[in-house]
């Protein structure tokens, strides 16, 4: 029976002063990289969104290191004290709860003015969630819009797809399990049927990744309230018109689910067409079926 491999050392080479923004696992432990365990190490202060969260992967490394909490709430408080600490030579580590800081997490501010009072920032560079779900979705990669989490009520959501609705672009999402089915409908009901990827606890052991047009994961039972974390990828809208086949042909579908008002509407975001005549041929070919 073959036996493990031992980590390699970390280094004891002093770490330059500085504030680190370090990349963490997203949620498996062993995705975390040597360099981000050698500045874990070495740094005089680690910044952590919730520090028993961070504590639990310094203990799984056998680091200790002197911890203190940077959300939302303690930044305004803790920052002065960080930026003194720059000042004077030190060297601090900021991380989040998973994934790589600053991507829809507290600490762009301090970046700011970390640079701004002269203080070096070092990326170490690692796991993300954003990363994990474009790597398997199947979607274009060329051009991509990161748009965090949508608002948390339907009429909001909906005005916040809307305004990114006519990007040429790969939409990323990041949404909770309570709202995901709800979230979803609201994407079908602007995006219309484009095709989608939900992304749910990746790198975990429930690791999941759906696929499917809007529509039909809006009504998926295993995506109206999971747990976990999610990343929903949106495909890019159309580049060039339909034709008169494909329109007819989206209708027909949309007819089996939707009223020819609101199949009109869905086809319309879907395609780039004109909603008033795709209405005048849903009725028509509503009318043909009699």
């Not at 301090?110 to 002269?118: H, N, P, Q, S």
């Not at 979803?184 to 992304?199: I, P, Q, T």
């Amino acid at each position: 029976m073959a036996h493990p491999v031992p980590p390699p050392p970390l280094s004891d080479a002093p770490l330059a002063p500085g504030l680190y923004i370090v990349a963490t696992p997203i949620g498996n432990l062993r995705d975390i990289t040597l360099r981000a365990l050698d500045v874990l190490k070495g740094a005089d202060l680690i910044l952590a969104e919730d520090t028993r969260v961070s504590g639990k992967l310094l203990a799984a490394y056998g680091i200790s290191g002197k911890l203190e909490r940077y959300d939302e709430h303690a930044a305004e408080r803790v920052r002065p004290k960080v930026l003194a600490a720059l000042a004077q030579g030190g060297r601090v580590a900021l991380v989040s709860d998973a994934g790589t800081p600053l991507i829809s997490d507290p600490g762009y501010r301090l970046v700011r003015e970390a640079v701004e009072a002269g203080a070096q920032v070092f990326p170490i560079p690692g796991a993300s969630a954003l990363l994990a779900g474009l790597s398997v979705a199947g979607l274009p990669t060329d051009r991509v819009l990161f748009a965090g989490f949508p608002p948390p009520k339907s009429a909001g959501r909906r005005s916040f797809f809307e305004e990114v609705a006519g990007v040429r672009a790969t939409l990323v999402f990041f949404e909770g399990g309570s709202r995901l089915a709800a979230s979803l409908a609201d994407m079908a009901a602007v995006f219309g049927a484009r095709e989608a990827v939900v992304a749910r606890e990746l790198t975990k052991l429930y690791e999941t990744v759906i696929r499917g047009p809007l529509p039909d994961l809006a009504a998926d039972p295993a995506l109206q309230a999971p747990k976990g974390e999610i990343v929903v990828l949106v495909a890019p809208g159309r580049e060039t018109a339909a034709t008169a086949d494909e329109a007819d042909s989206a209708l027909a579908e949309a007819l089996t689910r939707l009223r020819p008002a609101d199949a009109a509407a869905e086809v319309a975001k879907a395609l780039g067409l004109s909603r008033r005549d795709l209405y005048r041929r849903a009725m028509a070919l509503k009318e043909a079926e009699r």
